[in-house]
């Protein structure tokens, strides 16, 4: 049985309120951007976007989600920012990452390394999400994203064709690019080798960290905001004669907020976006039911996660498996505390937490609770970005497995408690991409919190 879902009642957009970030861009928001008519995706507020000033952000009233960041009119240095980084990802493909000696022994790890060993120790699932989200992912995002910003930065008049699309697929790709997460991965791999054996980091590693904090740079140089103004329609309702489009997005009923690019379409027929071209629905289909059931999945699946073990550990023949959990101990012995901290956080804290925040969340939207929304609209946010980062175990036993394999001196393999943790985090985040943070504000039947 689903949950009640009231219609949301129909708001005046409001003037939203801008916050200054502090930094000083010299160039002014398009002019575009004034009197915009939005709906904010976390709450469905529709609201009025007013015009900023230089290093300004603007926020929703309700929710306080940024629907405008302070990088507001910037093309040319994150396109800068992307080609560099792409181009710094080639010799990290080509070299190698990291090099391993021990009895004399020398081993050689590259990008694509962890992905094939993983594969080769009979793990071919590990293997494609290793490959798909550390390097081919992260290629196609930094391609697609550097082709928009480039087209946008010739400036042409007219349509640009195809643009809207590409510019969504970034957005749906951006949480499984998980490049910094492999480059944390790697450092708890080399502390983790550097006890047992002599451990150098190759010029793909160098590549690998200049690149990863190349494109953290550009993303956040990168506005949003201005990428969708430039893109037609620039005009979010379709007004009546003498009406502007916030007095006509106002007066009409059948409004539908696009939540990848917040264009609010004064057609009720439209079935996609007319900027973007993706699916429109006045609400996620099926939203609480689809996220139940994968939260329930996630439930069963975390328990062998942590209990059965994520690799095994041969050396003279004795095997030495290791769960989660006693890969933490392990590094608290050998004094490596903040790893220690980070795996722990990132493979035991966050996915509990993430599993826990959606569960709260459901049962409020079935309690209809008025309780805490703004609260539950953050922790949303949180899990959204946060959720990638659990992944920092399955990349480093997949480093493990490709540079410690030394015969019968010393190998490691990957175990099946580390398939069942990868399913845990790849379940939540499927969950938190289909739940619906609007339905938190449905709920109560009433349109403030």
């Not at 006509?248 to 264009?263: M, P, R, Y």
């Not at 439209?270 to 139940?292: E, G, I, L, Q, V």
Request: aromatic share 6%; proline share 6%; net charge positive.
């Amino acid at each position: 049985m689903s949950p009640p879902h009231p219609p949301a009642e129909r708001e005046a957009p409001e003037e939203i309120s801008l916050t200054t970030s502090g930094n000083d861009y010299r160039q002014p928001r398009r002019e575009i951007s004034r009197g915009l008519a939005v709906a904010c995706p976390d709450c469905g507020l529709l609201q009025r976007l007013p015009a900023a000033q230089p290093g300004e952000i603007a926020e929703c009233r309700r929710c306080t989600r940024v629907l405008a960041g302070a990088a507001t009119g910037r093309v040319d240095l994150p396109l800068a920012l992307c080609a560099a980084a792409l181009l710094l990802l080639v010799p990290a493909a080509i070299a190698p990452l990291m090099s391993v000696s021990t009895y004399g022994a020398h081993h050689n790890s590259g990008l694509s390394s962890s992905a094939q060993a993983i594969w080769a120790d009979g793990f071919p699932s590990l293997g494609l999400l290793i490959g798909s989200c550390g390097i081919g992912l992260p290629v196609a995002y930094l391609v697609l994203v550097t082709w928009v910003l480039a087209v946008l930065h010739r400036r042409q008049t007219g349509p640009r064709p195809g643009i809207g699309s590409v510019f969504r697929w970034t957005k749906h790709l951006r949480p499984w690019v998980m490049l910094e997460v492999y480059l944390v991965g790697c450092f708890v791999a080399y502390s983790r080798i550097n006890v047992v054996a002599s451990v150098d980091v190759g010029l793909g590693g160098w590549c690998l960290l200049a690149s990863t904090l190349v494109m953290l740079l550009a993303l956040t140089q990168l506005d949003e905001r201005t990428v969708w103004e430039a893109i037609p329609p620039y005009i979010s309702a379709r007004p009546g004669a003498g009406e502007s489009p916030v007095t006509s997005a106002v007066a009409d009923a059948a409004l539908v907020a696009c939540t990848v690019c917040d264009l609010v379409v004064h057609d009720k027929s439209r079935t996609h976006c007319p900027r973007c071209h993706a699916r429109m629905h006045h609400r996620k289909p099926d939203s609480w039911r689809r996220t139940t059931a994968l939260v329930i999945a996630g439930y069963l699946l975390y328990i062998p996660a942590n209990t059965l073990p994520v690799l095994t550990i041969v050396r003279f023949g004795h095997e030495d498996p290791n769960t989660i959990l006693s890969g933490v101990f392990e590094l608290i012995d050998n004094d490596l505390w903040p790893l220690a901290v980070i795996v722990f956080t990132a493979s035991v804290v966050l996915p509990l937490t993430k599993l826990c925040g959606l569960t709260w969340m459901l049962v409020g939207i079935r309690q209809r609770s008025a309780h805490r929304l703004v609260a539950r609209t953050r922790l949303y946010r949180m899990i959204d970005v946060v959720g990638r980062w659990s992944n920092i175990d399955v990349f480093m036993v997949g480093l493990l497995v490709a540079l410690l394999q030394f015969g019968a001196v010393t190998s490691v393999h990957a175990g099946n408690g580390l398939v069942a943790f990868a399913a845990v985090v790849v379940i939540t985040m499927i969950a938190t991409s289909c739940f619906d943070a609007r339905l938190m504000w449905d709920a109560p039947g009433r349109a403030d919190g």
